[in-house]
């Protein structure tokens, strides 16, 4: 019967989700012809310069598909920031064109919302609050953030789950994967099924609010270093599809920062630093969504992490790898490096995996102090190995791209605001 069953219903979704699949389908063949022409004109002399080309046209279609992402809307907007997060896969054109995507979404009526708190509380819902403002504080593709007070007069910030998306979820998750395997057929430098594989199991994850309140209190029971302030959640207030913590009086981090005095700028900077470097090589569990909204700055200048969508969870083996690695780097030593990477998982590493300029790279990265290493030096090293990376088709491990992933945003802040990043103390941190 199940046998029947599935492809009928195959075919329902892929009919209610035409509209975006089509749109999509039409985009990509756009992006694959304009390269087959690039290639074909670059096969002439004339067009020698094909290079330069190339980055106007990484560009042109990185633009198509940000565009594509945000038509689609829902669980796109996610798979855009996702594809903005993997430097593995694709060409920095496309990461820098599809990373603003996470701040261009659009809210949802609060109708929609009121559903899902009646469906959660029943009708009643507003009894359990003094005050329910019913603009929302942020509206991201998953979720809507509220402001309201409890019966008990606290604050409170009431995270809810777009209802939408959860309804799209399943056209959307089929559509994916005929896409992967349609892209697949022609291009073969990048693994799109295993790309969508992975992207499914992070959204899985991320609209999975039971787990996400578990991250908070776990995350609350950790003992981080001083100047971070853990987020208290209200599990009576929060379930399946609503997520309340108490109300954190802050101002974002970025707006911080650009008003804060240079000291104060360094301190904190310092502080996000610290803190991630105890929470991977620590604790081994650390908060992996590193997107500046998500830290707030309260009134003492304590740093308030909100968003436990994404929580990075390392076995001991990886916990210490990251130990190893940061060690390696502190020495300069290349081949420790390079050793502690094929201890980390990078299975495929092949003797000639480091290019020349790598490794030159690297050794002059190394040979200074960190004080004297300047920003342009680190981009140069990290946008080699991740040459490196797809030139070879290397798998990378799952744990690097999450870690990655945060140190890459880090840098970028400290980058932004002019700011050197703190020599990693390594014994403090795990002593401590
Ligand atoms: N407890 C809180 N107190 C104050 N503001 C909050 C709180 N939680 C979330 N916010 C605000 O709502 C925004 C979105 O919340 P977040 O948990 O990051 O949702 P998303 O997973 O949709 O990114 C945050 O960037 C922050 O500005
Ligand atoms: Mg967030």
Redesign the pocket.
């Given at each position: 019967m199940t046998r029947i069953l599935a492809p009928l219903l195959a075919v329902r979704l892929l009919w209610q989700g035409r509209t975006r699949f089509f749109r999509a389908l039409t985009v990509f063949i756009r992006i694959g012809m304009s390269y087959r022409k690039a290639r074909r004109n670059h096969a002439t002399p004339a067009h020698a310069d094909f290079p330069d080309d190339r980055h106007t046209l990484h560009r042109r279609n990185a633009d198509r598909l940000s565009h594509l992402f945000q038509d689609n809307g829902g669980t796109w907007i996610k798979a855009g920031q996702f594809l903005s997060a993997r430097p593995d896969l694709l060409p920095m054109e496309y990461i820098d064109a599809l990373q603003p995507l996470?701040n261009q979404v659009r809210p949802i009526p609060f109708a929609s919302v009121d559903a899902v708190l009646c469906a959660a509380w029943g009708e009643q819902w507003k009894h359990r609050f003094l005050q329910f403002d019913e603009t929302p504080?942020?509206?991201?593709?998953?979720?809507?953030?509220y402001?309201a007070q409890l019966t008990d007069q606290r604050w409170?910030?009431v995270?809810i789950l777009n209802p939408d998306i959860r309804a799209l979820y399943a056209q959307d998750m089929l559509l994916y994967r005929i896409l992967a395997r349609l892209i697949g057929l022609f291009i073969h430098q990048v693994d799109f099924v295993a790309a969508v594989n992975v992207f499914l199991t992070t959204l899985e994850r991320?609209l999975d609010f039971i787990q996400e309140a578990r991250n908070i209190a776990d995350f609350q029971k950790l003992k981080h270093i001083a100047g971070i302030r853990s987020?208290t959640l209200i599990p009576e207030h929060s379930n399946a599809a609503v997520?309340t913590?108490?109300?954190?009086?802050?101002q974002?981090l970025l707006e911080f920062l650009k008003n804060a005095e240079r000291k104060t700028q360094i301190d904190t900077l310092a502080l996000l630093q610290n803190s991630y470097v105890q929470q991977v090589i620590r604790f081994g569990k650390f908060q992996g969504?590193p997107?500046p909204?998500?830290y707030?700055i309260d009134s003492d200048h304590n740093l308030?992490i909100?968003?436990?969508?994404h929580m990075g969870v390392l076995s001991e083996r990886e916990r210490l790898n990251y130990v190893k690695i940061i060690l390696a780097v502190i020495d300069g030593n290349v081949r420790a490096f390079k050793e502690s990477l094929t201890d980390g998982g990078f299975t495929d590493l092949a003797d000639d995996f480091f290019s020349e300029k790598l490794l030159q790279l690297l050794q002059s990265v190394a040979s200074k102090p960190v004080e004297d290493i300047e920003f342009q030096e680190v981009e140069r090293l990290l946008r080699e190995i991740l040459h490196c990376i797809r030139q070879r088709r290397a798998r990378v491990p799952a744990h690097y791209l999450v870690t990655g992933r945060v140190f890459i945003t880090l840098a970028g802040l400290f980058k932004l605001f002019n700011v050197t990043p703190e020599q990693i103390d390594i014994r403090k941190v795990l002593l401590s």
């Open positions: 996470q504080v942020a509206a991201a593709s998953n979720a809507q953030v402001k409170v910030a995270k991320e987020l997520i913590t108490e109300w954190i009086e802050g974002p969504d997107h909204g998500n707030l308030v909100v968003d436990f969508g």
